[in-house]
């Protein structure tokens, strides 16, 4: 007797059907529906709330952060030359992390029940629903609780009154990222690098999900060889 195939109910709470896909949720889930209303995760209310955040609250939250790190060197010693030059360092940093995050965490292959649901969690449900702008960026508690590891690699990168700036550089690279991938899904760029970076993501999500893992730069694409193939004249012009 053949088992019969599951359905996603997209009329339903989501989070917990997306497992019983199986092998079938990778071909599922990089199928977008492209729609300004975003599911329903949880039938919870309280955790439906905590899956949602607007994004100008990554700017206010984070930015005073990013601000409180690097005067914490500059209090420690280090000169205004070297903070700017560290934050830079960590901007830097920031855009290397946010490819390998990227690629080989938001993008790894699973089929098991548990495994499908938290990769719908953490990035399957942007690929699924890449034009819902309240889960778009990530939200503030989930990145209050990674502060923790990343402000533990800039102390094992650099010395003590070092380790802020770097760390509130790297900050700031992951504001100007959560802000920059907004943008992208929902602002009109006027700018031909702001056109580039806006077709370069379109292209990741509706072209080639396999390739082009870059946000706000396709350095590390180009580096590592997962830049996408260039679109066709006739494909330009669609």
């Not at 992390?97 to 993008?107: D, G, T």
């Not at 990145?143 to 009154?161: D, E, R, S, V, Y």
């Amino acid at each position: 007797m053949v088992a019969k195939e599951f359905t996603v109910d997209l009329k339903k709470a989501l989070v917990f059907q997306v497992g019983h896909l199986g092998k079938a949720y990778q071909e599922w889930v990089h199928q977008p529906i492209v729609s300004k209303d975003g599911p329903r995760f949880f039938e919870n209310n309280i955790l439906e709330f905590l899956t949602r955040t607007v994004w100008w609250a990554v700017p206010t939250i984070w930015l005073p952060v990013v601000c409180w790190f690097v005067v914490m060197s500059l209090r420690m010693g280090q000169s205004l030359l070297e903070v700017s030059l560290l934050i830079l360092a960590g901007i830097l940093l920031w855009t290397l992390i946010e490819y390998c995050l990227h690629r080989f965490l938001f993008h790894i292959k699973t089929e098991s029940y548990w495994a499908n649901t938290a990769h719908y969690l953490l990035h399957g449900c942007h690929h699924k629903h890449p034009m819902d702008s309240l889960r778009l960026v990530f939200p503030p508690a989930a990145a209050a609780i990674l502060c923790f590891p990343f402000f533990g690699l800039a102390k094992l990168l650099t010395t003590g009154a070092a380790a802020p700036a770097l760390f509130g550089g790297g900050m700031l690279g992951y504001v100007m990222y959560d802000c920059i991938h907004y943008y992208l899904h929902h602002g009109n760029p006027s700018s031909n690098r702001a056109k580039y970076l806006k077709r370069y993501h379109m292209n990741h999500h509706f072209r080639v999900q396999t390739l082009g893992f870059g946000i706000t730069s396709s350095l590390w694409d180009v580096i590592f060889g997962t830049l996408p193939p260039p679109l066709k004249a006739s494909q330009k012009s669609n």
